[in-house]
């Protein structure tokens, strides 16, 4: 029987981390990493393997990430868990004895069971096999015409990339608007005009009813009666955790199918932990149960079971998912942080949103200057920023990490107001008119009569 101080289960960025962060706070303890797949794709690359990457080859994460740390790697897939006697047994015979063990298991794509025509040949999912993803872009080379069912982010970026290299691509969202979950409705039309005139096709506010076709798929059936041509259909209706082994081994799985877990990342087992899109999550804001899954976010659960493996720590905790979202349709970007308009009033927040469209770069005479929009969503009475949402250039991915710590750290608009900024002409907005900044002016203007 091997034995290990910690096993992680799972060698995608969640597993990396949580060993990279575990073995650097305990360097004296042993860590092995069991994972199933011969090779770890970079999971927000897997888009771009279709198109500007051109192959999943320049889209991985090498092995040394963890070896030249120490860390230990086994490629098998673990199919039990003995909590009491922890040992966790692999496909391959092995039997494996930890001190603790984190499980970082990921989700798998949804495929809805009422869809018929989804078994036919060339009808594929976005997962984070390697081989699988192989298989897909040799045989898209001869699709001319890729519908893609789901308009979220993965949707979204993968049909830009199709586009890019001559394919027609055609988006079908049941929702009124790409992108609606993440972004109000002047943002996903923004990104809707943009696809549109990069030569994306888009049906929106209309579903799939079935897919077509003898053995292979010929065409989709939407629910008004229309039909599209179709060589390929890529699913892209969203995720589910992975947590059939963790069920099965006992370990408690909330209503939403995640692994419970407290704001240490452990599990009812205090020797278990679990991160990344396996794991319960909670609003930050609402403190509502999520069902938001992100490289980033579980990224920040790995650092933090990581860190509390063997000793806690009050200040090193989870308190919540943001929810922090960005995208590049060709030089525009867009990203979104915390709370929309529209869901925070859903929630019924007593909010007042501020925006300001400036330029990237002062002066605007400049070269590759970019418009930058800038929305803040703000609670009325405390002036606590609640979410924010910027489109514009490659500043977009900053400054939208720029307004996912402002929630984070709880920054009032007069926080914001009296914030000092660096700026360069060719790095950022004028610091006469920087865009969050002049965002919050506008909700202050706004806030100021009901005090």
């Not at 797949?37 to 092995?63: R, T």
């Not at 308009?151 to 199709?162: K, R």
């Not at 308190?319 to 709370?339: D, K, R, V």
């Not at 720029?402 to 984070?408: A, E, P, S, T, Y």
């Amino acid at each position: 029987m091997e034995k290990t101080d910690v096993l992680v289960i799972g060698g995608s960025p969640a597993g990396i981390v949580t060993a990279l962060t575990g073995k650097s706070s305990y360097p004296d303890k042993d860590f092995l990493v069991i994972r199933k797949e011969k090779q770890a794709v970079v999971p927000c690359g897997i888009p771009y393997i279709f198109g500007s990457l051109e192959n999943s080859e320049k889209n991985i994460i090498p092995d040394a990430v963890l070896t030249s740390k120490g860390i230990n790697l086994k490629i098998d897939e673990v199919v039990s868990i003995d909590q009491e006697n922890k040992i966790c047994k692999t496909a391959g015979g092995a039997e494996v004895n930890f001190e603790k063990l984190i499980l970082a298991i990921g989700s798998e794509p949804i495929i809805p069971q009422w869809l018929k025509g989804k078994d036919l040949e060339n009808v594929w999912t976005i997962c984070k096999d390697k081989q699988y993803l192989d298989e897909i872009t040799q045989k898209l080379k001869n699709c001319k015409k890729v519908i893609t069912v789901g308009g979220g982010f993965i949707g979204v970026e993968v049909s830009d990339e199709l586009n890019k290299v001559g394919v027609d691509a055609t988006i079908v969202e049941i929702l009124s608007h790409i992108l609606s979950f993440a972004f109000d409705e002047e943002i996903s039309i923004r990104a809707e005009e943009v696809l549109k005139s990069r030569g994306v096709k888009i049906m929106a506010g209309v579903g799939v009813k079935e897919i077509l076709g003898d053995e292979k798929v010929s065409s989709v059936l939407l629910n008004n009666g229309e039909k599209l041509e179709a060589d390929a259909v890529i699913l892209s209706m969203g995720y589910r955790p992975n947590t059939a082994l963790a069920e099965k081994s006992g370990i408690k799985i909330d209503e939403k199918g995640f692994i419970k877990v407290d704001e240490y990342m452990r599990t009812a087992n205090s020797d278990i932990f679990a991160v990344g899109d396996c794991a319960e999550k909670r609003d930050f804001i609402t403190r509502k149960p999520s069902n938001v899954m992100l490289a980033s976010t579980a990224c920040a659960e790995a650092r933090i079971a990581g860190m509390n493996l063997y000793k806690l720590s009050t200040v090193k905790t989870f308190t919540g998912t943001i929810a922090i979202f960005s995208t590049a349709i060709g030089e525009i970007g867009f990203g979104t942080a915390g709370l929309t308009e529209n869901i925070a009033r859903k929630e019924k927040f007593d909010i007042v949103t501020g925006s300001f469209e400036g330029v990237d770069k002062h002066p605007a005479t400049l070269p590759n200057t970019h418009k930058q929009f800038v929305k803040l969503i703000v609670a009325r009475e405390s002036g606590v920023v609640l979410g924010g949402e910027v489109v514009g250039g490659a500043s977009v991915g900053e400054l939208t990490n720029l307004i996912g710590l402002i929630i984070q750290s709880k920054m009032t608009v007069n926080s914001i107001l009296t914030a000092q900024i660096g700026t360069h002409p060719l790095l950022t907005a004028s610091p006469t008119a920087y865009p969050v900044i002049t965002a919050a002016e506008a909700v202050e203007k706004k806030i100021k009569p009901a005090r």
